[in-house]
């Protein structure tokens, strides 16, 4: 049997070409560290302090709470940046901030003059909203493709957070 010197080269090349594939296929979105501490756990803060004693109730009642009903939590305030105006269409920025941190962010708007534009929007502007709050600021990657819905949404980003002063 003859040994074939270009088949050789092609398979090794199909199995680089592959593997730097398979690399690339492999970049997690998830941090890879998370980016508050994590609470202790009960066990772990020592014993339990005793509860407040229940006020008494009648016999056949369930007791009636010693303390009022927790307040409902902060829920934030929702502030809107300026509307950008790119090549492709508008992009505005929304975000929630609550107890000074950037809790939510999605785009009101986003371009859409084209199947295509849309199509990009799609995918771009959840990435774009994802890093936002991970970031908390408005320094953050450009979508791959969509340069220019990124960089409005960046500019609208920046705006709503100068309103809240984040």
Known sequence: MKKHPIRHILLSTAATV???????????????????????????????????????AA?????????????????????????????????????????GRVTAASARQSPSSSPRSQQLSSSAVPQLSQWAVEAQSADIDTVSGATFTSEGYRDSLQSALDQAGV
């Open 18 to 56: 592959s593997g730097v594939l398979l690399l690339l296929a492999l970049k997690s979105n998830a941090p890879l560290a998370p980016s508050a501490p994590l609470a202790p756990s009960a066990e772990a803060a020592g014993p339990a302090s005793p509860a407040a004693p229940a006020a008494t």
């Open 59 to 99: 016999p056949g009642q369930p007791p009636v709470p010693a303390t009022p009903p927790a307040q409902p939590p902060d829920t934030g305030r929702t502030l809107t940046g300026n509307t950008v105006r790119t090549q492709f269409g508008p992009v505005q920025v929304q975000i929630t901030v609550s107890g």
